[in-house]
């Protein structure tokens, strides 16, 4: 059975940094994409970025570009949030999630439709 299991978030100020972690158990996922989003209460699910088929490649949201990296251990089986210079309107439950259906390659990743599973997230809380 496949598991998500997200770690680090927490409480920051604004310009401060927090990395998360999603690790994953039941399945390797480091061919496969992974992605990060996060929800704020009365909002839409937001996708943040996806590191795609191998790390073939990555997309991130403008909202984010320039201020988070995502990244692969694959020797860990776990992908990386690093967010810098966080703001107040980053505060958000923060989840990743997985893709392992080789046949959705063309497809990209950017809407939490294309993932079948999920962590339960972390709060994000950046204060002013």
């Known amino acids: 059975q496949v598991q998500l299991v997200e770690s680090g978030g927490g409480s920051v100020q604004a310009g401060g940094s927090l990395r998360l972690s999603c690790a994953a158990s039941?399945?390797?996922?480091?061919?496969?994409?992974v992605g990060w989003f996060r929800q704020a209460p009365g909002t839409e699910r937001e996708f943040l970025p996806v590191l795609r088929w191998s790390g073939a490649s990555v997309s991130y949201a403008d909202s984010v570009k320039g201020r988070f990296t995502i990244s692969r251990d694959n020797a860990d089986n776990t992908v990386y949030l690093q967010m810098n210079s966080l703001k107040p309107e980053d505060t958000a439950v923060y989840y990743c999630?997985?893709?392992?259906?080789?046949?959705?390659?063309?497809?990209?990743?950017?809407?939490?439709?294309?993932?079948?599973?999920w962590g339960k997230g972390t709060q994000v809380t950046v204060s002013s």
């Open positions: 039941g399945r390797t996922f480091s061919s496969y994409p």
């Open positions: 999630a997985a893709d392992f259906n080789p046949l959705h390659r063309p497809w990209a990743h950017q809407r939490p439709t294309e993932y079948d599973f």
